[in-house]
């Protein structure tokens, strides 16, 4: 579904991501997992189109889009949580979904898409006339998916899940994307929270630096020296 190959990108021209590779294929939860500064987010603008390559070919659906706008983009399928949930805190619950419905052409089907969110979050149509801002974090958190779920994406990439989150909260929202992948959404997740990230992905990255350090399936990677010394503290 998803391809990148060699991938350099950076700010004003000094690059702080290097000859980065990945795959994401469909259906699959994916996880790349680093450190603060390592250059998660930085990649995740690189594929949404928010940030343009130096180097390097991203490839999405056979298409090479290094040159595709955000937005069209999003038409395509691709949705990005962004770090931080970015949402409108004197808006309502439902005002906020709407916001993510802006590309679907027609009022039937951003009703039907929101009745399908809330049927994935009934949490959220208990309170769809609340301000957001009046949420807890991690009802913030999922308010931020199911934001990114009313563009109707296949790929669904949310930067830093976690932040912010009590453990349990964690558990809770890492969940609901194992809801949304049930229902055929392909997952790419970007985390600090490395256990908790590789528990829940089917295969990951890590990332050091702005580089790919190793790659492979959960297990592989929880049972790795790297990942075992630089994050889980064994
Ligand atoms: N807008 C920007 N302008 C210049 N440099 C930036 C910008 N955003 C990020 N950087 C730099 O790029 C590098 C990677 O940052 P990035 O935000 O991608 O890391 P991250 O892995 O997402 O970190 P965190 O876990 O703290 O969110 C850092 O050195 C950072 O200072
Ligand atoms: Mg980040």
């Keep these: 579904m998803l391809k990148v190959e060699n991938l350099k990108l950076g700010y004003d021209g000094v690059p702080v991501i290097f000859d980065v590779s990945l795959e994401v294929h469909e259906k699959e939860i994916v996880s790349i997992v ?9 990649i995740l603008r690189g594929l949404s189109g928010l940030l343009k390559p130096m180097a390097g070919t991203i490839t999405y659906m056979g298409q ?18 962004p770090e931080g949930r970015q949402l409108f805190g004197k808006l309502s619950v439902k005002e906020n979904l709407m916001m993510g419905a802006y590309v ?59 932040l912010g989150l009590a453990p349990v909260l964690v558990d809770k929202v890492m969940d609901s994307l ?20 590789l528990e829940y992905a089917d295969r990951g990255y890590v990332l050091q630096n702005g580089r790919m350090v190793i790659s492979g399936t959960n297990e592989e ?10 994050y889980l503290g064994m």
């Design 34 to 42: 680093g450190s603060n500064g390592a250059g998660k987010s930085t």
């Design 64 to 81: 090479k889009i290094n040159q595709v706008p955000a937005h069209k983009l999003v038409e395509m399928g691709m949705a990005h949580v």
């Design 221 to 230: 990677l929880l049972a790795s020296d790297i990942v075992k010394k630089a």
């Design 178 to 197: 194992k809801v949304i992948n049930s229902i055929g959404i392909t997952v790419l997740l970007v985390e600090q929270k490395v256990q908790e990230a």
């Design 104 to 162: 679907l052409k027609d009022e039937v089907t951003k009703k039907d898409c929101l009745e399908q969110v809330f049927e994935l979050f009934p949490r959220l149509k208990e309170r769809e006339n609340q301000a957001a801002e009046t949420f807890s974090g991690g009802e913030q958190q999922m308010l931020a998916i199911a934001r990114g779920m009313m563009s109707r994406p296949k790929l669904l990439m949310i930067d830093e899940m976690s």
